[in-house]
T-cell receptor, first 111, second 114 residues
Framework: EDQVTQSPEALRLQEGESSSLNCSYTVSGLRGLFWYRQDPGKGPEFLFT???AGEEKEKERLKATLTKKESFLHITAPKPEDSATYLC????????????FGTGTRLTIIP | ETGVTQSPTHLIKTRGQQVTLRCSSQ?????VSWYQQALGQGPQFIFQYYREEENGRGNFPPRFSGLQFPNYSSELNVNALELDDSALYLCASSGRFSPGSEQYFGPGTRLTVT
């Protein structure tokens, strides 16, 4: 069964202080690894899909990377509006396209 | 392009009652997945519909059921509500076997069971 573990559970940073969020996963085969951002009481907002080890994707202050065992979401010079819960999910190539999520990292950026 | 929409936004039900939640998929998407998100947890897969057929189910009892309509919109029905069913219910749509297989989520329906 697919498993996803995210760390840390919560992270508080000063505005401009760069850091990384970790997502480690166990799957029988990886079809894709997905990063979402979720604001309180709202649905997850799609950020990135990564497919193979070594792949990287960037969007504004965010960069996602992938290895065979884990993914990192790097946040460079964050702003208060980057505060949210960041969710990682994996999709295996067998059967349907269900996503298996981690419990997320709650990120707070302090002005 | 219209995104995923869900209704209602909030709902309060009593234990033992039945509830129906609705979802309209994003334009051009033919697959709908439903997820349950308890407070402080990640979304948990309930089931997926493709071409009006259930196409995979997570670890949820049969009192959770669904439908997909010819326009790809979908319903989630929950019978005999229990207190633990209180959660945010999320609908996600995707294009089946599209290269990215990205799922785009709606805003969710907050269900409270008392």
């Amino acid at each position: 069964e697919d498993q996803v573990t995210q760390s840390p559970e919560a992270l508080r940073l000063q505005e401009g202080e760069s850091s990384s969020l970790n997502c480690s996963y166990t799957v029988s085969g990886l079809r894709g690894l997905f990063w979402y951002r979720q604001d309180p009481g709202k649905g997850p907002e799609f950020l990135f899909t990564l497919y193979s080890a070594g792949e990287e994707k960037e969007k504004e202050r965010l960069k996602a990377t992938l290895t065979k065992k884990e993914s990192f979401l790097h946040i460079t010079a964050p702003k208060p509006e980057d505060s949210a819960t960041y969710l990682c999910a994996v999709q295996d190539p067998f059967g349907n396209e269900k996503l298996t999520f981690g419990t997320g990292t709650r990120l707070t950026i302090i002005p | 392009e219209t995104g995923v929409t869900q209704s209602p936004t909030h709902l309060i039900k009593t234990r033992g009652q039945q509830v129906t939640l609705r979802c309209s998929s994003q334009s051009g998407h033919n697959t709908v997945s439903w997820y349950q998100q308890a407070l402080g947890q990640g979304p948990q897969f309930i089931f997926q519909y493709y071409r009006e057929e259930e196409n995979g189910r997570g670890n949820f009892p049969p009192r959770f059921s669904g439908l997909q309509f010819p326009n790809y919109s979908s319903e989630l029905n929950v019978n005999a509500l229990e207190l633990d069913d209180s959660a945010l219910y999320l609908c996600a749509s995707s294009g089946r076997f599209s290269p990215g297989s990205e799922q785009y989520f709606g805003p969710g329906t907050r269900l409270t069971v008392t």
